[in-house]
């Protein structure tokens, strides 16, 4: 209850009328405070004075503030068009850190970004404020924007092609000399790719294991992956 003038009382606003206590002096708990006009500081105008409080009685719960980082997790929407595939997402940085009560900041597992449209993409794309929000009103993120970065592409296929020629490495005979191979890429990419362009060498380590890798076109390296051949075993005729 405060009393003063009525002019004094006329020039309250919202800002007046919060109330600070001192609780440096207890320990971390619950505790049920008493307010009294002593201990009870407000920022009145001059003229204006604290006549009671009712009620009189607060409890709290006082908990050590600390710091924690956790992972960002990137919130997507919509969908790509047809024929394009998301291939990977980054965010930088990957973990943000938070401050509040311990009790708050140890329920939070990670945060999560605003929603990102993937309507309309088809290139890599980079979000580079995108804001990260928390529902808990008691914990702040010490940087509340990051950077997304979006790997997006032609949507990769396998294609099987037979008759691909096999070689050893150093000119030995290889048995079968020719297999199936199936290959990973991107669509326009393999429909555009020939048999006769490829060829599937046996590499023969010292103890006589051997390992197959695909010889392709110049400019398709790192584009398309070997996935699997037919047959799997290959012999070598020295």
């Known amino acids: 209850i405060l009393t003063g003038s009525k002019e004094s009382l006329d020039r309250l606003n919202s ?26 500081t407000m920022d009145l105008p001059e003229g204006v004075h604290i006549d009671a409080i009712d009620p009189n009685l607060v409890a709290l719960r006082l908990e050590p503030r ?13 969908k790509l068009p047809d024929g394009y595939e998301l291939r990977s997402v980054s965010v930088t940085p990957a973990k943000v850190r938070l401050r509040g009560p311990a009790g708050h ?29 928390i ?23 396998e294609k099987s092609f037979t008759g691909i020629a096999v070689r050893e490495n150093s000119g030995a005979v290889a048995r079968p000399q020719s297999a199936v191979v199936t290959v990973y890429g991107e669509r326009s990419v393999l429909e555009k790719l020939r048999a006769e362009e490829m060829q599937l060498i046996l590499d023969v380590a010292e103890d006589g294991s051997i390992t197959t890798r695909l010889s392709l076109p110049p400019g398709l390296e790192g584009r398309v992956e070997l996935r699997s051949t037919k047959p799997t075993g290959f012999t070598i005729v020295k």
């Not at 992972?71 to 919509?78: M, S």
């Not at 329920?107 to 979000?127: D, F, G, H, Y």
Request: a negative charge; proline letters at 2%; aromatic letters at 2%.
């Open 15 to 40: 800002r007046n009328l919060i109330a600070f206590v001192d609780v440096s002096g207890y320990q971390q708990g619950t505790h049920t405070i008493r307010l009294m006009r002593d201990t009870v």
């Open 66 to 78: 600390v710091v924690r980082e956790v992972p960002v997790e990137v919130q997507l929407d919509g």
């Open 105 to 133: 900041v140890e329920k939070v597992s990670a945060v999560r970004t605003e929603k990102i449209s993937l309507n309309n993409l088809n290139a890599n794309t980079n979000v580079a404020q995108a804001s990260v929000t």
């Open 135 to 157: 529902s808990d009103g008691k914990v702040t993120i010490s940087d509340p924007v990051v950077s997304v970065n979006l790997e997006i592409g032609e949507q990769r296929v």
